[in-house]
């Protein structure tokens, strides 16, 4: 039995302040959600103080990204063992916005991923089609590309532990959310792709759905079965928003 994961990508938002708030509603109602995993992901410079004030709640903390590389002349960048001196027991690899905005390789998101699961940190591997792929009917290929990437590099045996996030560009942020048919599909497609490798393992990765998840679609969504919780952004950032997505999980 998957349990499921509703993970908060705060990307470039938050102050100080605003996450003091923020993790206070997070922790007052985490006890009522508690059948769903619930991790958040804040920018790197608040990692020390999300660490403070989640340590001993069942909520876990993670990055958005991490180097590939271990350390050395890599300006700007933070690595694997960095996460782990803070405990982070999730990171981000391959967000779509890492791969359009920053240039991300498929070859490059595989080593991160495993640069990830050489200190211990799970991985959340990011897959997902842009508009245009989907139009021209290309979404399982490219879905089974970026996927490809990570299996040849680390092979089927970390996917009993490592997460994917199946998020559909044309959904992430625009408020446009695949319906539930839609994301079922793709999530079935990428367990049987990982069963054709070992359907053991594929039994346990948990696939999560991202893109404009808010509490009102959250239930059908997470009704599905091959989805098993949800990369939240934009509503990931209010308390009671990201815990109501949790309780249709629940
Ligand atoms: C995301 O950035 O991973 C995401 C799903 O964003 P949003 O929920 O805002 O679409």
């Known amino acids: 039995m998957r349990r499921k994961l509703v993970a908060g990508n705060w ?5 100080a302040e605003s996450i003091r708030g923020l993790l206070q509603g997070i922790r007052e109602g985490a006890a009522a959600v508690a059948a769903v995993e619930l991790a958040v992901f804040p920018p790197f410079v608040y990692l020390e103080s999300v660490e403070k004030q ?18 050395g002349a890599y300006t700007g960048e933070v690595a694997g063992p960095m996460l782990q001196d803070f405990h982070c027991k999730y990171v981000i690899v ?3 916005e890492r791969r359009t905005l920053y240039g991300e390789t498929d070859q490059v998101i595989a080593r991160k991923f495993a640069a990830a699961r050489k200190v211990g940190v799970c ?5 997902g089609e842009t508009l245009e792929e989907r139009e021209k009917g290309v979404t399982e290929a490219v ?9 040849d590099l680390e092979g089927i045996g970390p996917f009993a532990e490592a997460v994917i996030a199946y998020e559909p560009v044309w959904a992430i942020g625009t408020g446009r959310t695949a319906t539930s048919a839609q994301a079922q599909e793709v999530h079935a497609f990428i367990r049987a792709k990982l069963a054709a490798f070992d359907a ?11 893109g404009s998840m808010k509490a009102a679609n ?8 091959d989805i098993d919780g949800g990369l939240i952004g934009g509503a990931s950032l209010e ?8 309780k249709a999980g629940c």
């Open 11 to 15: 990307k470039m938002n938050g102050s």
């Open 54 to 71: 989640l340590s001993g709640t069942t909520v876990g903390w993670g990055t958005q990204n991490l180097s590939e590389h271990t350390s």
């Open 94 to 96: 391959g967000h779509s």
């Open 123 to 127: 991985p959340i591997l990011c897959v």
């Open 143 to 151: 879905v089974e590309r970026q996927i490809k990437a990570v299996l």
């Open 200 to 210: 053991h393992v594929a039994q346990q990765t948990r696939i999560l759905y991202g």
């Open 218 to 225: 959250a239930g059908e969504l997470l009704a599905m079965p």
């Open 239 to 246: 308390a009671k928003e990201f815990l109501a997505i949790a």
